[in-house]
């Protein structure tokens, strides 16, 4: 079901306080709002948002590497989640031609994170022991463009 307004469209540094009300509210730890800022700046990095009738609903931080993207963030408002916005946040991203390959790491302790990613066709290449706090192993995933995506 398409919501009324639906938009996505790039972020920059006015959504850095969005960004981490947002995130503040889902995730733990929270980064700092100059953590985000720091992504949401940077020349080397492709961000986006899914806007419902003109509130940011949805984000995702990522850095270009050339033909690829490291996810450093995906986001959404509390009251927003499990309506499907990430997923089509990740669609949208996984559409565009610039890229092959898409990598991140995720807690294995979040498991909407972990099941978003093996939907969307993420595959786990790895584990990274202690990687969150220095407590909680986090999974290394992977998706690369096979053929063309409809």
């Not at 009251?79 to 997923?87: D, V, Y």
């Not at 559409?95 to 498991?111: A, F, G, K, Y």
Request: charged share 30%.
């Amino acid at each position: 079901m398409k919501d009324s307004c639906e938009k996505i469209d790039k972020l920059g540094s006015q959504h850095g306080k969005e960004i981490y009300r947002m995130a503040s509210e889902v995730l733990v730890p929270v980064w700092s709002e100059k953590d985000y800022l720091y992504f949401l700046e940077r020349t080397d990095s492709y961000n986006v948002g899914l806007f419902l009738s003109g509130q940011l609903s949805c984000g995702f931080l990522s850095l270009k590497l050339e033909n690829e993207l490291d996810v450093v963030a995906i986001v959404c408002r509390k009251e927003h989640q499990k309506r499907g916005l990430a997923t089509k946040l990740m669609n949208h991203v996984m559409l565009q031609s610039d890229w092959s390959r898409i990598r991140l790491e995720v807690d294995l302790t979040n498991e909407a994170a972990v099941k978003l990613y093996l939907k969307c066709g993420f595959q786990v290449v790895g584990t990274r022991k202690r990687y969150y706090e220095g407590k909680r192993d986090a999974w290394l995933m992977t998706w690369e463009r096979t053929k063309s995506i409809s």
